[in-house]
């Protein structure tokens, strides 16, 4: 990341961008739980989680939210930006569920002198379903600036 | 059955900041603890945790990742207006998720004192399936001790 620089000018509409991929369980769980104070028993105790009437203990969506970034910032690398990031949880995050995060560009377009990417962003689970489907905007470096 | 669930108590708070709040000065441990809780197993960024690295980027110092909580544990849980009431399983209390939408401006880096406002910023209804739903538009914004706007996040909040 850093040296090697992806440019505005490298991306069309419809490009697909590289994927970031983690096999949840509670040792992601955890961890996250203990850095944004997100402790929730539907998150930890599965005897709570089945009171509810759900199968198992799942996962946070903000951890979801965290994966989407770490997919946009992994592509980008330091000489891009995240504008703006959005998005909708659809479906649970159950343990030893495999996570993709994906994105498509569906919109690029110069404004005040930024070089920016639209696109649709979601997270994917192994059935492949769509967990976690949203909207982001990039500022990348331009060839010509 | 109420034939809309937009009180005047709703109304009133329209453009009308509430639940202030101002976090701890961010460490380079939070930053430092967050990165690997979101990037595990993987060693994260360097930028967010070696300080002589981040001094030669282009922020010129450690940042917080965007979507970095310094709100997280607070000494004392502050209560936050519930618009709409308490949350239960008649219509009209029961609650969806309907996302959020953030957009960010200057990074977060050790040091920073965070203030986050929110204002319900929209609130509108539809009828569908499920009978009257209602969307609340809040919009919190975070900014720094320089009055630097840092993240400003719209969420929906749905009462059907």
């Not at chain 1, 690398?77 to 994105?103: H, M, P």
């Not at chain 2, 603890?33 to 070696?50: F, L, M, S």
């Not at chain 2, 919009?139 to 630097?148: A, S």
Request: net charge negative; glycine share 8%.
């Amino acid at each position: 990341m850093g040296d090697a620089a992806v440019y505005w000018e490298d991306y069309e509409i419809g490009d697909d961008i590289p994927t970031f991929e983690r096999k949840t369980d509670m040792m992601h769980w955890n961890r996250y739980a203990a850095v944004n104070d997100e402790f929730v028993y539907i998150h930890m105790d599965a005897d709570y989680a089945k009171s509810t009437g759900q199968p198992d203990v799942f996962g946070m969506g903000n951890l979801r939210l965290a994966y989407l970034h770490n997919m946009l910032r992994n592509w980008i690398g330091e000489a891009g930006d995240i504008k703006r990031l959005g998005c909708q949880y659809r479906a649970l995050n159950f343990r030893e569920d495999v996570l993709t995060a994906r994105g498509r560009i569906t919109n690029k377009y110069e404004e005040d002198g930024n070089h920016l990417l639209d696109l649709d962003i979601w997270v994917e689970n192994q059935k492949g379903e769509n967990t976690c489907p949203g909207t982001a905007t990039v500022c990348l470096p331009s060839r010509q600036t | 059955m109420a034939d809309t669930y937009i009180t005047e108590d709703i109304r009133k708070w329209l453009d009308v900041e509430r639940d202030v709040m101002v976090s701890p000065p961010i460490s380079e441990s939070d930053i430092r603890k967050w990165a690997i809780a979101v990037y595990w197993p993987e060693t994260p960024p360097k930028k967010y945790w070696d300080a002589e690295y981040a001094r030669t980027s282009r922020w010129g110092g450690i940042v917080a990742p965007e979507e970095f909580n310094p709100f997280a544990w607070p000494i004392e849980r502050q209560e936050t207006v519930r618009l709409g009431g308490d949350i239960g399983k008649e219509p009209g209390k029961r609650v969806l998720n309907g996302g959020s939408e953030a957009h960010y401006y200057t990074p977060m880096r050790p040091g920073d004192v965070i203030r986050s406002g929110t204002k319900l910023v929209e609130v509108y209804e539809k009828t569908g399936r499920l009978g009257i739903m209602m969307f609340l538009i809040n919009e919190t914004t975070w900014t720094n001790q320089n009055g630097e706007a840092v993240k400003v996040d719209r969420k929906t909040n749905i009462r059907y």
